[in-house]
Each structure stands twice: as C-alpha cells, then as structure tokens.
C-alpha cells in the first residue's frame, strides 16, 4: 500500500506565498512522475504542475512563471512553490504520483487533498 500525505496549505492575501509538500510513504520500490491538481468549487481537476523522474516540468499556463514544482528523491516528496498568489488559485490541491511498489507494479495514487484559499 502506498500513502501520499499533503501538507502546506491554508489562508494567504493575494501576493503572497505558500510552499505545498506531498510525501509518499509505503511499499515504494521507485516514483516516477509526480504532479499537483488542483479542483475550485464547480470546476474539474485541472493539472497545475507535473515533474518526472528525468527532471522534465509541465505548467498550467496560469500559473507559469509564479509556481515551481520540485521533488527530492531521497525523501519521496514533491514540493509546490507558490508565489504571486491570485484568487483565481484558490482550490482543492491535489497531488499525484505514478509509483513502482515493491512487487514492480505501477500504480497511480492520489492525495487527500489541501485547500488553499487566496484572500484579503
């Protein structure tokens, strides 16, 4: 079994910054691309970042330029930096990964999900 925890979210005012964390705990051989959704009420999931394993990254053209995915490997964590927050960013976040377990099966996990609400 294989766990993806979030962390980092809350209240921000506009312009300022939050530092998303999703940590994969479990029966991990190796993780492969990972990446942040994100879900506002009455809108589907949307990708907003995705990084894999060779270094490559994805951005949503919206957040281009103000958020940064990195991920340390040694850790089984991928990181979201948030900067130049709008309210357009408020949302669920979601994070995902494509995970080789121990039996070398891949599977996709997603997160529980951490609300980030842009504000003033």
């Known amino acids: 079994q294989v766990q993806l925890v979030e962390s980092g979210g809350g209240l921000v005012q506009p312009g300022g910054s939050l530092r998303l964390s999703c940590a994969a705990s479990g029966m991990i051989r190796s993780i492969n691309d990972m990446g942040w959704y994100r879900q506002a009420p009455g809108k589907q999931r949307e990708l907003v970042a995705a990084l894999t394993s060779g270094g490559s990254t994805n951005y949503a053209d919206s957040v281009k330029g103000r958020f940064t995915i990195s991920r340390d490997n040694a850790k089984n964590t991928v990181y979201l930096q948030m900067n130049s927050l709008k309210p357009e960013d408020t949302a669920v976040y979601y994070c995902?990964?494509?995970?080789?377990?121990?039996?070398?099966?891949?599977?996709?996990?997603w997160g529980q999900g951490t609300q980030v609400t842009v504000s003033s």
């Open positions: 995902n990964a494509d995970v080789r377990n121990k039996w070398y099966q891949i599977r996709n996990y």
